[in-house]
């Protein structure tokens, strides 16, 4: 069955950078990409950006571009997100979802990280 | 503010049909790009309810069913029930953002 574990929630200064990691399991993994999408506290769902897991291609939402970086690691099947210069606007619940292609539907979910970002 | 548009909030009795609209342009819906459907319960992840327009997920009941036209796209719920009630979101892809975007979310309450 299709799984994607994420990694545990994170507290952090802002202006400093958290890294989240989404570990899938149950399919080939190179076969569909991964999508981040977060949620800050009572809002909607934003999406992040999209990684190809089979070649690392990546395309990203142009408000975080510059401040958003995802990488894959075939050998444990596990994706990362990494954003820096974080924000207290950066607070928000963050989900990774499996995307067989760019702009495509999230079909699972990982079970979201927390991340909140404070002075 | 976001892309594509929908109403805050729906509600219906039990047994109802209710419909939760979609609005976008002719950058995104309207281009031709398909519309997904995402259910959310507070505290949890959302869970995808329709793809491609009209497709139906396995596991997710034949009452709910999905419909584009022209830059707009529909949720539709027949036979309402208490496990509905939650937060729904449309999703599409827009070429002038080169950028998935969803829908603000609408919140079904079941009354």
């Known amino acids: 069955q299709v799984h994607l574990m994420q990694s545990g929630g994170e507290v952090k200064k802002t202006g400093a950078s958290v890294k989240v990691s989404c570990k899938a399991s149950?399919?080939?993994?190179?076969?569909?990409?991964i999508s981040w999408v977060r949620q800050a506290p009572g809002q909607g769902l934003e999406w992040m950006g999209w990684?190809?897991?089979?070649?690392?291609?990546?395309n990203f939402a142009q408000k975080l571009q510059g401040r958003l970086t995802m990488t894959t690691d075939t050998s444990t099947n596990t994706v990362f997100m990494e954003l820096r210069g974080l924000g207290s606007d950066d607070t928000a619940m963050y989900y990774c979802?499996?995307?067989?292609?760019?702009?495509?539907?999230?079909?699972?979910w990982g079970q979201g990280t927390l991340v909140t970002a404070s002075s | 503010q976001s892309v594509l548009t929908q109403p805050p909030s729906v509600s219906g009795a039990p047994g109802q049909r209710i419909t939760i609209s979609c609005t976008g342009s002719?950058?995104?819906?309207?281009?031709?790009?398909?519309v997904h459907w995402y259910k959310q319960i507070p505290g949890t992840a959302p869970k995808l309810v329709i793809y491609?327009?009209?497709n139906r997920p396995s596991g997710v009941p034949g009452r709910l069913s999905g419909s584009k036209s022209g830059s707009s796209a529909s949720l539709a719920i027949t036979g309402l029930q208490v496990e509905d009630e939650a937060d729904y979101y449309c999703?599409?892809?827009?070429?002038?953002?080169?950028?998935?975007?969803f829908g603000g979310g609408t919140k079904l309450t079941v009354l």
């Open positions: 491609a327009n009209g």
């Open positions: 149950g399919y080939t993994f190179t076969s569909y990409g």
């Open positions: 990684i190809n897991t089979y070649n690392g291609n990546t």
């Open positions: 999703q599409s892809y827009d070429r002038s953002l080169s950028s998935v975007v």
């Open positions: 979802a499996r995307s067989m292609i760019m702009g495509g539907y999230g079909d699972f």
């Open positions: 002719r950058s995104n819906i309207g281009a031709g790009y398909d």
